[in-house]
């Protein structure tokens, strides 16, 4: 499913919105909501409404549990860590409890990092089966997500629920979950804005299936649901809709 909006401020309200109703599905069904959490600029404004009300009330905060879909191996404190952009934007300011948010530990290790997550997502994941209840992505202009990038063996991986993988453009270590985890979501949540996002929004929604080169490709859950949410500058190139 698509949905478009007119600007971003509105697509970060419906995924606020959409964030908030998940959360109380999982927990009424299920006593618990486990949500990955992106990195990237895209959904600071999400996390930032998450913080306020009516967001903040209408999640079940205690019964949230935090993963993240990636990290970059840095410290925590380090201006890229995607942990520290969620616990400065929202984390900090919501009762969630500290011992239900689990960021990626890679900045020494990024190898046992990345080992420790998988074993950490078993953990909890595991028992009835493996279904986060909601992954939010990005969309990188490269067609990467999370941190799948093109040509990376994290594509194809079928074993391991997360991976260390080198980024040699920004010679960065990082984490990612991968496409066995990922796609057995409930809901997967890509949140794409900026006409700088066109092209390539254009490419992995509408051009021939080449997950290896556009791996935001390999996301299709099995049997959860897949939600575009996308503003009028990244839709702009996209066929209209019907
Ligand atoms: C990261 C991300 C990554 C991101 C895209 C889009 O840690 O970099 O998780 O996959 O979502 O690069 O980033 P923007 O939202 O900044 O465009």
Redesign the pocket.
């Given at each position: 499913m698509i949905l478009r909006f007119s600007d971003p401020e509105s697509l970060s309200r419906a995924a606020a919105d959409m964030f908030a109703q998940a959360a109380q599905t999982a927990v009424q069904e299920r006593g618990r909501f486990n949500v990955a959490l992106?990195?990237?600029?895209?959904?600071?404004r999400t996390y930032q409404l998450l913080a306020q009300a009516p967001w903040c009330d209408r999640t079940p905060w205690p019964h949230v549990h935090v993963f993240?879909?990636?990290?970059?191996c840095v410290e925590i404190d380090d201006q890229?860590s995607?942990a520290g952009m969620a616990y400065r934007t929202l984390l900090r300011h919501v009762p969630v409890d500290p011992a239900h948010v689990h960021p990626i530990r890679c900045a020494a290790d990024p190898e046992a990092g990345a080992a420790q997550y998988d074993e950490l997502l078993r953990t909890h994941l595991s028992s009835p089966a493996p279904h986060l209840d909601l992954v939010i992505?990005?969309?990188?202009?490269n067609g990467?997500?999370?941190?799948?990038f093109p040509g990376s063996p994290a594509i194809d991986e079928k074993g391991r629920w997360a991976a260390d993988v080198y980024v040699a453009e920004q010679a960065m270590h990082?984490v990612?979950l991968t496409p066995p985890l990922l796609n057995a979501a409930r809901t997967v949540l890509f949140?794409?804005?900026?006409n700088?996002?066109a092209h390539v929004l254009k490419s992995v929604l509408e051009g021939p299936f080449m997950p290896r080169r556009l791996p935001a490709q390999a996301i299709h859950p099995h049997s959860g649901r897949l939600i575009w949410l996308v503003d009028a500058p990244a839709a702009a190139r996209l066929a209209p809709s019907p």
């Open positions: 992106s990195g990237g600029g895209t959904p600071v993240w879909g990636d990290e970059r890229r995607n992505l990005g969309l990188g202009r990467h997500t999370a941190s799948l990082r990612t949140l794409v804005s900026g700088e996002k």
